[in-house]
Every structure is written in C-alpha cells, then in structure tokens.
C-alpha cells in the first residue's frame, strides 16, 4: 500500500490529484444531471444518447489538435484555460436550466464545449505526470489517477441522482462547475514550481500533427505499443457493450445491473493499490498477464450461471482492466521525450478511445446474432490470445524504457525573422569501403527512423550512377526553424548512432549540404542563419560543419 500511494508524497502531484477527484466526481454528477434533463425535454433516446456521446466525441476530432498545444505552450496553462471551458460550460447550463431557458439544443451544444474542453486537457494533463513524480512512480501515478476516476464513478452517478431528485438537473450542472474550481486552485498552485518545458512544436498545425505520427510510426516500440492498445480497445470493448443485456439474460435488473457495473469500479480501485504487490508476482510478463487474465474474467462473465458468479467476474475484469491501461499509459509517457509528448499522449488516447467504439459496436452486433453469452466468449478469447502473443509487439516493461536522455548543450537562439525560410534540403554524401556497404546500408535504416521521427518529412538514401560506392542522404523538412529544431532533438543514443555512421567514409568525414529555398522578392540575409547552424552542428554529434558547402 505504501509504495501504491507513494506519488502522493510528491506536493505538485498530491494537489493535481486531490483536484482532479473532485472534478472526476463532478463530472459523474453532471452525466446524471445531463441525461436526466435531456429526457425530460425530448422523451428520446437518441437525444439522450446524443448528450452521452457529447463528453467523448471532441476526442476524436481535436485530440491530435490538444496533442500540439499541450507541446507548443505551456501545459499547465493549457490545462487552466480547458478547466475554465468546462467551468463555464457547467455554469451556463446551470444558469439556463434555473431560469428555464434551457432546450435540448443549447443543452448539446454546452455538452460538446465540455466535452471540447476535456479533449484540450486530457494530452496535456498525461503528458505532465513525468514532471511531477519520479520516472519509478510514474505508473503508480497513472494507477492512482485511474483510482481517482473509478471512485468517481462509484459514488458520482448516486450523489447525482440524488441532486437531480431532490433539486433537480440545475443542481447537478453547479455542482460540477464549482468541482473545476478545486483543480483550477491546484493548477494555480503547481505552476511556479515546475520546469519550463521544451516548446518544439512547428508553427503550422498541419505539420506539427504530421511530425507526432511520424514520430509515432518511426518510433518502433512506440508504434508497438500504440497497435497493442488498439488491438486491446477491440477485444475489451465487448464487457461494457454488452453488460446491460447479459444482465437481462442473467435474469438480473436495473439494480443489479448497477451493481454489476459498480463491481468493474471497485475492481479497478482495488488493483490501484494492489498494483505494486502484482508487480513484485508477476515481474516482466506484466502486460501480457493482464491482457490475458482480463480475456479470462470476459470468458468467465459470458459463462457465468447466476449474477453472483457474473459479479465476481466483473471484479476480476476491473482488477485486470486498470492494470492494463495504467501500465499501458505510463509506458507510453516515458517513451515519449518532452518536445512531442503531448502528441504521443493524443495518439495513445486516439489509439484507444478512438478505437473502442468500434469494438462496442462489433460485439453489440456478434451479441444479436449469437446471444450476450457467446459475443463475450468471441471477443474476450480474442483479449486472451492477444495476451498470449503481446511479447510479439516487443514492448518494453515499464521498469525498462528508457526516456530519450539529452545531454547538456548550449541554448542557441535565431531570429525567426531571419531562419524560418523553407523547405529545406539536406543531403550528407559518403565514400564507402566496399566491404563496409552492407553494415553502413542497415545502419542507415536506423537514421532514417531518427530523422523522420525528429522532423523530417521525407528521406531516401542514394547512389550515384558513375561510382555505386558514393552515397548521398537525402531529407526534407518543412521549415529552417523545423530543422534547427530538430538539432535539439537528438538525443544521446542517436548521436551516438550519427558519430558511428559518420566514421563510415573513407576520406576522414562525409560532406553535408543545406539547400534552403529562396524568397527572390525578399532574400534572406544568411550570415546569421549559418552561424546558429554550426553552433548546433558541433553540439548533438550530427555532421561536422567544416568543409561543408552550406
């Protein structure tokens, strides 16, 4: 338990989270509140199941979008003003709903700036985390956050509709806008004290979105574990699709179904502090243990006889759920180096909040054709073989990523104004030793992956036609900011990979060529542009500068 609750010892870390309980809890309340109104106003379903949608469908359309403000600006900022359209969307519809101005209209429009405000938060709140506890913590951290939102579910939804009955859906929407207000003070009060992050993202939206998912398809591991998740959203969609109908098929009620769907809750808030005792069992199968002991409990619940072996199932698969996705998570925000972090955390939730309806639909579809009991059994044996195979997809264990480490360089400033011409051309020529050809050749595939995943948008590698052994690498980038940028991207373990290919040609160092794109109206002066590259070029183990032909 100790070691369970330890982040909570970190000051920066206990106020965001004694925050964001609050918050989690309002917005439980305000789920209750929302349909409940919805219903009163419509008498349908589908406007009822339009304001449910509203929470999560901004996700799907703006997630890439708060990925790259979560990297461009400053992450606890970006968090206030997103808490501050959640505050004031609450607010306004529990003015509206007092003052009986409320219709079923306005009150989906409010539901999607809310649901607009979560999707600008949630990159830029899980890209945050490795800056307030340890690196070791980090998964206890997201554990703990999943404990929050589980106990939120718990207990939200009952205080909910107990507001809604006694002082109806208005009360509801204020309690949940005064919620915002807690995680808006611990915002206030972390921000001083933590270090400025690293502002790289480009300044076009197009291209910043463009360089996350190369960095997310050139980054193996990444890409691997991005695949696993979806792959995991499928196969475990069907438990939370299905549930209301096998409840009805287990001849339970409305109660019961409650309870069922409470025992997932109280599952998952149990294996949040029972996490690091499951650690120290089951060491580095961790992630294909989970996955597969939640395929089991999804076995289980389809096979159950009665509704106590069905709740038992349900625990077992809240236990195994959070397990999953709190390593999962973690993992992911190690992997990924602060410059791009939160575009790797939006592709993560993409990844799987995205993918998730689709497994819902597809179970939902496979449970009219063949019954509750066997679409659990279908899709959960497809969660277990996932689990059987995920050493397949080669992701590391939590405890051995290994975060991109960047070794002290000098700051180097440019005037915009004067380097943000592009496109840029950059092409490195060597001279190889024949007997060399095949080690440089796959080498070579290893920079390419650095240089896509660190701002280039296209790379090839050449050879001339009158001497086979000369070879030219060829990138292009989108801007001159875009390419200094990527200098300071390169971390250790990919200087290290540039300094052993440079070593590559036979005449002492390969020869490195910058083409910038010209503006023939308004020529750029280039004095500047050239020394800030040098000064970059002698710090990350790139390509020498001298003898180049800038």
Known sequence: MSSAVEPLKYPNFRWLWSGNVLSASGTFIQAVAGSWLMWELTESSTWVGLIVASATLPLLFFSLTAGVLADRFDRVKLMLVAQGIMGAAAASMAVLTFTDLITPGILLALGLVLGTGLALNIPAWQALVPDLVPRGLVASAVALNSAAFNTARAVGPAIGGALVAAYGAGAGFAVNALSYVAIIIALIAI????????????????????????????????????????????????????????????????????????????????????????????????????????????????????????????????????????????????????????????????????????????????????????????????????????????????????????????????????????????????KIDADQLAEFATLMNEVRRVRLATGAYRWRLFRRSSDPLMLTEFMALHSWEEHLAQHRRIDDSAAALLRKVRSFDVRGGPVTRHLLALDTEEPQDFDELVATHEELHRTDGSIPTPDQDN
């Open 191 to 430: 921000g001083p004290h933590l270090a400025e992050q690293a502002k790289e993202a480009p300044k076009s939206m197009r291209n910043a979105i463009s360089s996350g998912i190369r960095f997310a398809r050139f980054t193996p591991t990444f890409r691997n574990l991005i695949a696993l998740v979806a792959l995991f959203a499928v196969t475990s969609a069907v438990v939370q699709a299905v549930l209301p109908v096998h409840n009805a098929y287990l001849g339970g009620t409305a109660a019961t179904f409650g309870l069922l769907y409470g025992c997932m809750g109280l599952g998952a808030l149990s294996a949040a502090f029972a996490r690091p005792k499951i650690a120290d069992r089951v060491q580095k199968s961790w992630v294909p243990f989970t996955i597969g002991a939640f395929g089991v409990s999804g076995i289980v619940l389809g096979l159950a006889p009665n509704l106590w072996v069905a709740a038992a199932a349900m625990f077992s698969a809240g236990v195994f759920w959070l397990l999953t996705l709190a390593t999962l998570n973690a993992t992911a925000q190690l992997m990924a180096p602060d410059w791009i972090r939160g575009r790797a955390m939006s592709i993560y939730t993409l990844a799987f909040v995205g993918i998730m309806p689709i497994g819902s639909i597809a179970s939902g579809t496979v449970a009219d054709l063949i019954g509750t009991p066997g679409s659990l059994a279908v899709f959960s044996t497809g969660a277990l073989a996932l689990g059987i195979t995920a050493p397949r997809f080669r992701v590391p264990h939590v405890d051995d990523v290994v975060t991109p480490e960047f070794s002290e360089r000098p700051a180097v400033e440019h005037d915009l104004a004067v380097g943000d011409g592009g496109p840029v051309l950059v092409l490195n020529t060597w």
